[in-house]
């Protein structure tokens, strides 16, 4: 359950082929092991070392630095209200001081019912629609207290389903390349020639003089 | 209020040229079908038909000032990379977290494949073969918008081997972050792509287009910068420079938010526009909200000083605004009313750049923390008139010697120019001063006020109840 499972080990392995070093996909594939499990666990962060080639400490330390990194279960939504100025200005205190009484937890907890975890967020890019908030990382612009209970209402029924999936998916479209469309990931140490388009260009400039 | 319900906060009243902004009136304007039918990939085309260095020099000629922050031109960045070294990378910064800032998201959300076209032209330019498109984690619709969209052009063959059948090949690779906002610091980044913290490197190299990813030559640019040259190729730096001024060429775009009427994202003129145009402008924000007073302003994102009324006629013209005692950093005005509690409103901004911090540096890590702390009694009406030249104390060990501010006639205030020195690797440790500084030198009255002259009561008299 914790460690990655057989298909997402192919999803990890897909990550992994774009980077000229495995090393990079650490970041994808913690999110990889949280969307599978809803947190990330110590033999999900285990399992990605193994993948990635590196010392399980090494993905500890970088996961930890992260904030949407959660490292034990959080609510099936994850409510982030903003509390950075342009939504202060515009009553974000009042909002999350509501949104505790509502959910009856204080920032950082879950309700009673495990289905909402709050929290204050910092500056979320949607400063011109303060206040605002994300559940799952996914937008609500010039939240007001009556707004928000109808939100969290419709969320906990699951009206929302369709458009908020659980906590731990962030998107849900994956980026392919078509195996004859692809460059390839070289490592940088393989090359040492400036690339074609560039090589070429020189020779035929050289040539025309 | 906003104009395009699929563009939330964007608004594009008046007749103003669009540059990056051209797509956003049109509800499917991020599939490969609009984009195309619009004109998409034509500037891919046009520079596909000349050499790299023509179009590097196109780009030079142009001065695309970068729209991340520094304002460093994206021309003469290409141009770092040292001779002869291979292989050269470009990692796109998409992981805005600047307090205020409103503008990357949308322009990956509403026309990805624009910034995807603008990734293919930068590196046919620079030699780059390998592209990194990185962006911040919190930001689901934007990846999946990008992800889509690169989707589609690799099936279309815009992107991959033998683009549109010339000899340029090259992998766009979508990369997601985790929420860090010092990421967005360009090393920082680097260093998360690499599957690290994402920690600052130390300086010198200064330029991560000598040593970037992987040690090897690397330009990271903005995503507006580089949402700029699909426009670019096809119209040519001359129609690009007789927008805005000779030093500030072409369009930005900007959000503004706050006690306005009408917040929104605005794509203006570089160089000419003013804060006044914006704040009180009809085609802008249309003044302050319930026919309040302006009472300051951050002009550039969290990380810049604050203006007052008296700045408002300043155009946004970087030099213009770095003499005036501020930047203006990623193009995000918040503007504060005269209701506002302004102790509390820096809080808001210190608070980030305290939680943001990465810990590296001690004077970032222990004195934006001291900052929260000691504003944070001061605006509970806890603190004394000894924490407020504290602050001073603390801001002097992140940046020593003078603080840029803005002038004022009223206290009799001449600016300090930017920028400070500082004694920390990356601009946050300066950041969670900024609020401070700015808001203790020009409204200073408003922290005396909040202070409350605590009693000193011996021991012996309290354990004795006498008080």
Known sequence: MSRLTEANVIVAKEIMGRYPKARSATIPLLHLSQQQNGYVTNEAMAHVAELVGATSAEILGTATFYEMFKFEPVGKYLVNICGTMSCALLGAEELIHHAEQKLGVKVGGTSADGMVTLERAECQAACTEAPCLQANYRFRYRMTPQALDTFIDDLVAGRLDGEIPPHGTVARVRQHIPADRGVGAVAPEAVDDAPLWVSAAATSTEASK | ?467
């Open chain 2, 1 to 467: 209020m906003t104009t395009y319900p699929w563009a939330v906060g964007y608004i594009d009243d008046g007749d103003r040229p669009k540059v990056v902004t051209s797509r956003f009136h049109l509800e499917d304007s991020y599939t490969l079908e609009r984009y195309v039918a619009t004109g998409g990939y034509d500037g891919l085309k046009a520079a596909l038909g000349r050499t790299p260095t023509a179009v590097h020099d196109d780009v030079k000629a142009a001065t695309v000032l970068g729209r991340g922050g520094a304002g460093f031109p994206a021309g003469t960045k290409w141009g770092l990379t040292p001779q002869g070294v291979w292989p050269r990378y470009l990692v796109v910064n998409g992981d805005e977290s600047e307090p205020g800032t409103y503008k990357d998201r949308l322009l990956m959300e509403r026309d990805p494949h624009q910034l995807i076209e603008g990734c293919l032209i930068a590196s046919y330019a620079a030699g780059l073969s390998q592209c990194f498109l990185y962006i911040r984690g919190e930001m689901a619709l934007a990846q999946e918008r990008v992800a889509t969209a690169l989707n589609e052009a690799y099936a279309a063959g815009y992107v991959g081997k033998n683009i549109l059948g010339s000899d340029f090949s090259i992998d766009i690779v979508l990369h997601w972050g985790a929420g860090a906002y010092v990421v967005g610091e360009e090393t920082a980044l680097i260093e998360s792509l690499e599957g690290k913290r994402g920690e600052p490197r130390l300086k010198p190299p200064f330029f991560p287009a000598a040593v970037g990813l992987y040690g090897r030559p690397t330009i990271v640019n903005n995503v507006e910068t580089l949402a700029n040259l699909p426009w670019l190729m096809v119209n040519g730096s001359v129609a690009y420079t007789a927008i805005g001024t000779v030093t500030s060429p072409g369009t930005r775009m900007v959000a503004v938010s706050g006690h306005v009427r009408r917040p929104g994202v605005y794509e203006i003129i570089n160089g000419t526009t003013t804060f006044r145009d914006l704040v009180y402008g009809e085609e802008f924000c249309q003044g302050i909200r319930e026919g309040n007073e302006l009472k300051a302003f951050v002009p550039g994102g969290g990380s810049a000083p604050w203006f007052t009324p008296e700045q408002l006629d300043l155009p946004f013209e970087g030099k213009l605004v770095g003499a005036a005692g501020s930047m203006l950093g990623s193009g995000a005005i918040m503007v504060m009313d005269h209701t506002t509690d302004i102790p509390a409103a820096a809080l808001t901004l210190t608070r980030f750049y305290a939680h943001e911090s990465c810990g590296q540096c001690t004077p970032c890590r222990e004195g934006a923390t001291w900052l929260e702390r000691v504003l944070s009694r001061v605006v509970d009406g806890r603190g004394t008139h000894a924490d407020l030249d504290q602050m001073f104390e603390i801001g002097e060990s992140i940046c020593p010697g003078t603080f840029p501010h803005a002038a004022s006639t009223e206290l009799g205030l001449v600016a300090a120019p930017f920028p400070y020195k500082m004694t920390t690797i990356c601009f946050v440790g300066p950041s969670a001063y900024v609020p401070v500084h700015s808001a203790l030198t020009l409204f200073r009255s408003e922290f005396d006020a909040k202070i409350v002259e605590r009693k000193r009561i011996p021991v012996s008299a309290q354990a004795a109840g006498a008080h």
